[in-house]
């Protein structure tokens, strides 16, 4: 098992923030980061497949999960999904 951990906020862009601590990404068996959607456009390439989990806390992934209780009638909760009543 190895870690690679930063001192400061910074979420995994690229695998090249791996390369320069002296791992290569794409020889990993399992890779784990911890990130929103940035990682997607380098990594997903080389993964089998992403397994997203969702943890609580201030900054929720899935907006649909906030009690929203100030609404305007018709306002969309996400993209192109269904209206507040």
Not at 13 to 19: A, S, Y
Not at 30 to 55: M, W, Y
């Amino acid at each position: 098992v190895s870690a690679v951990l930063a001192s400061k906020r910074i979420q995994a862009n690229d695998k090249e923030m791996f390369r320069h601590v002296g791992v290569e990404p794409a020889e990993v068996p399992i890779l784990g980061l911890k990130s929103t959607v940035h990682f997607r456009a380098d990594f997903q390439p080389i993964a089998e497949a992403i397994l997203c989990v969702n943890s609580p806390g201030a900054h929720v992934s899935d907006p649909a999960e906030l009690s929203y209780s100030h609404l305007r009638p018709g306002i969309r909760l996400r993209p192109m999904g269904p209206t507040r009543a």
